[in-house]
């Protein structure tokens, strides 16, 4: 089966300018989950969908950044305007359900803010 | 709060068998998974352990201890192909899933 893709791979933007990733997980996942891995780290949740309902957006800095998963397939994850520390790479990852602890993850976006 | 603790970086040498902890500080953890991610990779899912013991998956095994609040990931056999960032990640009982700031696995031929 295919893996869950991503895309841009790569951005560089400069502070206060808007970026978007896109992530399209595993056919038939359900749940779709956005992390943000700052170098020499683990996984942060930024934000889980069940379908394309929210099911933890906990840790998701609101005031600037935002995602959705239209019809509970494909998703973006938006920052405007985005900021130095947001240098990171967004990784986007899908399981068959919330209930399944196995996590496939896609090659991730890496961006850097100047 | 809810984390887990694993050592920064772990050296071990080509063909050895290496241990990696975890520790968890939560209430409410009902199983810990493995990951591995290789420079500029992504994670990739090694094992899971909902009950107290071990599973073993070829050259890796993972041990887990809920009175304990600890687990570990036991490579053996060691190649140089190993050489990754190891997390552990626990899931609660909101099916969230939380992960370790990861260990550096570094091996030596």
């Known amino acids: 089966e295919a893996g869950v893709a991503q895309s841009p791979r790569y951005k560089i933007i400069e502070k206060r300018q808007s970026v978007a990733f896109w992530c399209n997980p595993i056919?038939?996942?359900?749940?779709l989950y956005w992390y943000q891995q700052i170098l020499g780290q683990g996984p942060k949740l930024l934000i889980q969908?069940?379908?394309?309902?929210?099911?933890?957006d906990s840790q998701l800095p609101k005031d600037r950044f935002s995602a959705e998963r239209l019809k509970g397939v494909d998703s973006t994850l938006k920052i405007q305007p985005a900021k130095l520390e947001d240098s990171a790479v967004y990784l986007c990852?899908?399981?068959?359900?919330?209930?399944?602890?196995?996590?496939?993850f896609g090659p991730g976006t890496r961006l850097l803010v100047l | 709060g809810q984390s887990l603790e694993q050592p920064s970086e772990v050296t071990a040498v080509e063909g050895a068998i290496v241990q990696i902890n975890c520790t968890y500080q939560?209430?409410?953890?009902?199983?810990l998974s493995w990951y591995q991610q290789h420079d500029g990779g992504a994670p990739t899912f090694l094992s899971y352990?909902?009950?107290?013991g071990l599973e073993e998956t070829g050259r890796f095994s993972s041990f887990l201890s809920r009175s304990d609040s600890y687990g570990y990931l036991l490579l053996q056999e060691l190649q140089m192909k190993d050489s990754a960032s190891y997390f552990c990640?626990?899931?609660?009982?909101?099916?969230?899933?939380?992960f370790g700031k990861g260990t550096r696995l570094h091996i030596l031929p």
């Open positions: 056919s038939g996942h359900a749940t």
């Open positions: 939560t209430s409410g953890f009902y199983g």
């Open positions: 990640a626990g899931m609660n009982r909101d099916d969230k899933i939380i």
């Open positions: 990852a899908s399981s068959r359900d919330a209930f399944q602890e196995t996590q496939y």
């Open positions: 969908f069940q379908n394309n309902g929210v099911v933890d």
């Open positions: 352990n909902a009950l107290d």
